[in-house]
């Protein structure tokens, strides 16, 4: 099946740092999604992205999905503590089938 | 409250003893999906569904079966259970229609000894 790779694996920041961590896949995609996984919960959907060149804000996070439709980004701008979890990315090329990449951990120190 | 309810959160159970893991949403979604989780693997989609009566395979479908008899239940069958099923499994809804994220619920923690 396609594989997604997501990097960085894991990140060390100060509270207020900004984060850039992405996702890029040899297949293209139609859809990019980027998930917030806190321990012990499943996923929670931050940002979508349904055409290529699409910049999408979502509070302190932006997402980008790549003019290749190979690649997506995610910035968070001015850590805090609660931005901590395990972020996904996930592409999907036709309805309802994903394809998640294995994880950045964020860690953030105050 | 909008949620994917799955039942239950934890169980062991022995190689070979047939199981049932439960999937309920109440968002009135079209898509249902039932996904694995494993240390430094990610996400693995097993089974997703697009309505009633429609499902298909996601990556890692062998040793799963699954049912969609109403839109709003989902369950996970494990035939025949063997170790190598041990994980965290997670169910998910989505709207469908050109919204494509999905819902998650809290997941099932499974032990197959």
């Known amino acids: 099946g396609q594989q997604l790779n997501q990097s960085p694996q894991s990140m060390f920041i100060q509270e207020g740092e900004d984060v850039s961590m992405n996702c890029t896949s040899s297949s293209i995609f139609n859809t990019w999604l980027w998930y917030k996984q806190d321990p012990g919960e499943g996923p929670v959907l931050l940002i979508a992205l349904y055409k290529a060149g699409e910049l999408t804000s979502n509070g302190r996070l932006t997402a980008q999905f790549g003019i290749t439709r190979k690649d997506s980004f995610l910035n968070i701008s001015a850590s805090i503590p609660s931005d901590v979890g395990i972020y996904f990315c996930?592409?999907?090329?036709?309805?309802?089938?994903?394809?998640f990449g294995d994880g950045t951990t964020l860690t953030v120190k105050p | 409250e909008a949620q994917v309810t799955q039942n239950p959160r934890y169980l062991i159970t022995v190689t070979g003893k047939k199981l049932t893991v439960t999937c309920s949403q109440n968002m009135n979604h079209e898509y249902m999906s039932w996904y694995r989780q494993d240390p430094g693997l990610g996400l693995r989609q097993i089974y997703y569904?697009?309505?009633?009566?429609?499902?298909d395979k996601g990556d890692v479908p062998e040793g799963y079966k699954v049912s969609r008899k109403e839109k709003r239940n989902f369950p996970l069958i494990l035939e025949s259970p063997s170790p190598n099923q041990t994980s965290l499994y997670f169910c998910?809804?989505?709207?469908?229609?050109?919204?494509?994220?999905?819902?998650f619920g809290s997941g099932t923690r499974l032990t197959v000894v």
């Open positions: 998910a809804s989505g709207l469908g229609q050109g919204h494509y994220g999905y819902t």
């Open positions: 569904s697009m309505n009633v009566e429609a499902t």
């Open positions: 996930a592409g999907q090329l036709r309805a309802g089938k994903s394809t």
